[in-house]
């Protein structure tokens, strides 16, 4: 088991954090599309791996699977049809991880558990999945749609939950034993 893994969320939160040095201190998983170039002083410069959501796994953005470089890629756990696109489409380099049988049932176990009545974030799946491999997860960039800026770092995006429910997936990640919120002190 893995002794402590960081993962970076895309809230404008960690904007002008000087994070980037603690964030790059241990193996680092990413969400998404993050990108850290032009940002590696507030999110850090290593990533690890990435937990790719469903959207990316159909193909919606081939070219950007396809440029990574020796990043393993989490899937999140959509329909069998969809993981087998992404493992299409992901370059030689890059190894694929997803849940399959015991796995699926102590995700599907978590959620029947859990006060989530619409579908969780790739972070909810992101934090939970590293849990089964980490004593501690450290979560950083976790902005939980709590202010009225974009909803990303990198790129000017409206803030919207989409279906999602931000305050309690954080109340589910705050009651995690082995998750570590990380909040930037205000700047």
Known sequence: MIDRIHLIGNSPILSGSGLGEEIDSCPVV???TAPTSGYGEDVGRRTDA??????????????WLSTLSGETLILYPTPED??????????ADN????????????WTKFLDESPLEERPTSGLYGAWFLSKIAE????YGFGFYESTESHYYYK?????????????????LKNMDDVALKMPVDH
């Open 30 to 32: 990413r969400i998404n």
């Open 50 to 63: 990435r937990v790719v959501c469903g959207n990316l796994q159909m193909g919606r953005h081939d070219e």
């Open 82 to 91: 969809i993981r087998k696109n992404a493992q299409r489409l992901t370059s």
């Open 95 to 106: 190894s694929l991880r997803y849940l399959h049988g015991e796995a699926i049932e102590a």
């Open 136 to 139: 501690q997860v450290h979560l």
């Open 156 to 172: 000017d995006v409206k803030v919207e939950a989409n279906g999602h429910e931000p305050q309690v997936e954080k109340l589910i």
